[in-house]
């Protein structure tokens, strides 16, 4: 890497591919709120029930939106032919990776965890306890962003990979799934969010690396 | 044009004994590239022969089966993919490769000359097969980069973008670079070799 | 009706002077039925004390939410068959308006059902998801047109999914007779006649009146800006038909 | 239309399509499994709750995974210029719509249905009670894959429409959910299986008219 | 080897007064085609001028902007894109659109002389670009319609691919067919008309 501008200008483009795609960052936010109201009505929404599941079902909501958004972003580049272009660069394709993924949290994961309040107020959670409940859920879903794209980068080459997507990235989301629900438990200062906070680090770690060889793979 | 003007016995890309196998095929093996500064490299073969294979492995998107490739200098990439993204215009696309690169060029002026002006503010998705094209090949003027890989480089495009074309590679060579490109039927310009698959 | 309306001349020039005529009685009668709802009306226990005010404005904002959907789905439908760009104009209009209506009757319904009900919210009420159904939809009217690149396309994506999403109205209409829902029968429109004391009933008439009115003043207003967005389009409309 | 035979073709070319994308019929159960997998980790597993929301839990799945099975559909069709060649057809466009998402429904949506005994039991619903509820299970799966469709369609020329589909497709899925929860609560003979017989039955009477207007719209 | 053989004086086609506006221009207006049996229309222009948005009104795809378009006969389409899916292979592409048309005519056949023998089970994703633009052209193989709407035909074949489609607008023309082609550069058939865009 000569200068951190071929990074910044993936940045940019990635940011500017998250507004474009669709109507923007309005539809993250439909898939968020539309996963979390069909829960009530099917589960039926006596208050005490929900209040105590509610916390969990953000943290699916949160997870299933992630995979979405991240689904379809390296095989979307594969077919256009950017992807050849980024693989021929001299800046390490990881970080084009890294910055990738971390451009859709921003536009399309951020939004998700501001939300959480109210939503979480709609299922009749503890308002209370959701404001310091954000950190956990932006530093889960940084995680299952990460992990998403990983998975989108294995099934890039596949045709109509959507699907292998889920398969692969479930499982990689189920120990921050599990610390983030403890997390949202017990509250700040509890030691999940520390066990949390190191999922999130060892994806951030080991998810662009990840992500870059599958696209190597992808492009071959 | 060239960044670092070779000298003009020093290769810009040189690949060895390369062989390609896909399914149960060998496309192609033993096979020996080279190019020096000046130099345009016209690959030939049916379709189906492996010119864009070999493109892909000199480039170093795809691993040799056998052999190895080097190149010393950074080079361009024209694929039969274009690169541009449905949401993208010509002018993002351009602003943006031209800030990956670092590149000094004025994208308004890269785009005039290459016949884009009229739809630079329009999505990649509507615009048509040969706008798309252009915009593709207008990245060759954003940087100077001494090596050109392109597979293909005239399809699609209308006569008089045929001609700019061959005036580009024309130039590139002229200044000290050099061109391998995949192609049917003749090429247009002076070819210093040919490559038969 | 439709005829004169479908003329783009005829309705400038109509709606010249009627769009404001609407939007001055239209305000002027909702300031009355609101005077009369806030401190004529006297006060009822059983509706949950002063709170019960809140209908004046929660029942007028529900009938014009169910009323613009209905309206969406019908413009739709008429630009889909006879292609009346006029049709179009006003689905595009009413879209935002039915969605702040359907929003003002979320809204007055939660503030009201908290005294009353004791929550804001029920998720499993048939009455008020379907009311929240019909908020996204008007909210992916609005997205899906956004996201179309040639008026022409939006025009044509946003009827075909007003018409298919008219299935909820009757939803919200018949959901509380249906389910057993914790939503107030329906007391005015009912086919046997309003069943409540004429002293609440005039005013929320008269309400439901005005905000009528009102939402009609507002569409043509959007509307008229929507037609002077369109002239510069005539215009090369005219050069393409070689004239 | 001269005989069926065109008919037949484009749903056997469906099917082969289901099959062919991704690892084929895998995928939509890992995405169905994974997503109710997530939600003991995340909501607690005391067996009594669990018990109580089971059901509620297996039609939010199977709404999801419907939705992402049906998300890119007719968008990769417009992609390849398939779609271009069935809108030149005499063939009306609307009864390919309708085989197209049969055919689908049919390798990723029966699959989910024959699943739900097993993963409800793992949601420690009562067993007897899930054979019945396949039957509901799959009426309401075989509505949520027609709206879905018809969302796809909307929202195939779009850049990267796949949250789009959500937005438009969730409205669209509500009264299935709803009637299709009171449903499995009730049992067989209740009256909420009529009328999610009757919201499946619209759903195949407008979504393909629905879908081929939209695609019709897409192609152009 | 067209199925109902027009008499000569009918056309297959005829589009009157055809306007398209795309963005804020006016991309063709008032403008009229029409083909009869053995006629081979060209139509000409630069890169973006239009010539795929009139071929798709002509086939149907898009509604006209203004004019009509009359297409008594059935037609084949090839357009920029092959409709070739990528988990696709020839065999499936032919013996799929076979079906649909009621063909019986052999797709090994057709791929044998379209030269797609070969990767004739490699999926569609796989294939070089000259041989998904074969497995499209082979379409016209399996049904006998007498009008052919070719957006580029030639783009990604080679030059025994170019003679060989040639042929084929030949042969459909001497048999009472009608062809109109958007091209750039010569067109290696005699065009019986053209119209410039
Ligand atoms: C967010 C919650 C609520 C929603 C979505 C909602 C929705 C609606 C709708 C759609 C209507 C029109 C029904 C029709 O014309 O048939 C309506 C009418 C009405 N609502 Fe609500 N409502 C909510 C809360 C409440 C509450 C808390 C009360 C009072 C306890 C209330 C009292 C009424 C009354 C009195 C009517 C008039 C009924 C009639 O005369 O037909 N609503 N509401
Ligand atoms: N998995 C595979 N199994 C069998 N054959 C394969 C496989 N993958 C690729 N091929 C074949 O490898 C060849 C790749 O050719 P390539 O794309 O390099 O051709 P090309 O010379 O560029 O042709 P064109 O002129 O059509 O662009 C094709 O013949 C293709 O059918
Ligand atoms: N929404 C839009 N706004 C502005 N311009 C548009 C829009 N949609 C399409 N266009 C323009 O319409 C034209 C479409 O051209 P078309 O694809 O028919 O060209 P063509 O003659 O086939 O060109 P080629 O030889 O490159 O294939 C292009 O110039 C494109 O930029
Ligand atoms: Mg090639
Ligand atoms: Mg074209």
């Known amino acids: 890497m000569r200068s951190p501008s071929p990074l910044r200008a993936a940045f940019r483009q990635a940011l500017g591919e998250a507004w474009a795609g669709g109507a923007g960052v309005l539809l993250p936010i439909g898939f968020f709120a539309g996963a979390a109201m069909l829960v009530p009505f099917t ?45 021929q660069e001299e800046t390490p394709l990881f970080l084009v990776a890294a910055a990738k ?42 995680a299952f962003f990460l992990w998403g794209g990983v998975a989108g980068a294995l099934a890039a080459s596949v045709a109509r990979g959507g699907l292998l997507i889920s398969l692969l990235a479930l499982p990689l989301f189920v120990p921050t799934a599990i610390f983030g629900a403890l997390a949202t438990i017990e509250g700040p200062g509890g030691p999940s969010l520390l066990f949390l906070s190191a999922t999130t680090l060892f994806a951030l770690s080991i998810a662009p690396f990840a992500a870059s060889a599958a696209l190597r793979l992808a492009v071959d | 044009m060239a960044e670092n003007a070779a000298t003009m016995n020093e290769f810009l890309i040189k690949a060895v004994g390369l062989g390609a196998i896909r399914g149960e ?49 950074r080079h361009h990439w024209i694929g039969h993919r274009n690169g541009l993204k449905p949401h993208e215009t010509p002018r993002a696309h351009l602003t943006h490769w031209g800030r990956v690169w670092g590149s000094t060029a004025d994208a308004i002026e890269i785009a005039s000359h290459m016949g884009i002006e009229r739809p630079f503010d329009v999505a990649g998705r509507l615009l048509s097969a040969g706008q798309k094209r252009r915009t593709a090949i207008a990245r060759l003027l954003l940087a100077d980069r001494p090596l050109w890989l392109l597979d293909e480089p005239f399809s699609a495009l209308d006569t008089q973008g045929k001609a700019l074309v061959t005036s580009l590679i024309d130039r590139h060579r002229a200044s000290g670079g050099a061109v391998i490109t995949a192609l049917h039927g003749e090429a247009p310009f002076e070819a210093s070799g040919e490559v038969q698959l | 009706m439709i005829r004169a309306f479908a003329n783009p001349h005829r309705f400038m020039a109509l709606s010249r002077w009627l769009a404001p005529a609407c939007l001055c009685i239209g305000a002027l009668l909702m300031v009355w039925s609101v005077w009369q709802g806030l401190w004529v009306v006297p006060q009822d226990d059983y509706q949950g004390g002063d709170i019960m005010r809140a209908m004046f404005v929660h029942v007028p904002s529900a009938w014009l939410a169910m009323a613009s959907y209905m309206g969406l789905a019908a413009t739709s439908l008429i630009w889909f068959i006879w292609r009346h760009e006029l049709a179009d104009m006003a689905a595009k209009s009413i879209a935002p308006l039915g969605a702040a209506y359907t929003a003002m009757c979320l809204a007055t319904g939660s503030i009201w059902g908290k005294p009353t009900w004791g929550t804001w919210w029920l998720w499993d009420d048939a009455r ?116």
């Open chain 1, 43 to 87: 589960v039926g929404s006596e208050a005490s029930q929900l209040s105590s599941i509610g916390t969990g079902i953000l943290w699916v909501a949160l997870a299933l939106a992630s995979l979405v958004s991240m689904e379809r972003v390296f095989q979307a580049d594969l077919e256009d032919g950017v992807l050849e272009l980024w693989a």
């Open chain 1, 101 to 142: 993924i971390i451009a859709h949290w921003l536009v399309s994961g951020l939004p998700l965890v501001l939300l959480t309040p109210p939503i979480g107020i709609a299922l009749q959670v503890d308002a209370g306890a959701l404001v310091p409940a954000m950190l956990a859920y932006g530093l889960g879903g940084l």
């Open chain 3, 128 to 243: 008020m998801m379907s009311v929240l159904v019909m908020f996204f939809l008007f909210l992916g009217y609005m997205a899906l047109r956004a996201a179309m690149e040639t008026r022409q396309k939006a025009a044509r994506a946003g009827a075909i999914l007003a018409m298919v999403g008219a299935v909820n109205v009757p939803l919200i209409k018949f959901s509380v007779d249906i389910w057993s829902s914790i939503h107030q029968d329906a007391s005015v429109l009912r086919l046997d006649g309003p069943a409540m004391p004429p002293v609440y009933l005039t005013p929320l008439l008269i309400g439901g009146l005005a905000h009528m009115i009102f939402f009609a003043g507002l569409t043509m207003m959007l509307m008229r800006a929507e037609v002077w967005g369109r002239r510069g389009d005539v215009l090369i409309a005219r050069k393409l038909s070689g004239s």
């Open chain 2, 25 to 73: 095929r060998v496309l192609f093996s033993d096979l020996s590239v080279e190019a020096k500064a000046g130099e345009a490299l016209v690959l030939r073969g049916a379709n189906g022969a492996g010119k864009s294979t070999l493109l892909r492995m000199l480039g170093g998107l795809s691993r040799p089966d056998a052999g190895t490739v080097e190149r010393p200098v």
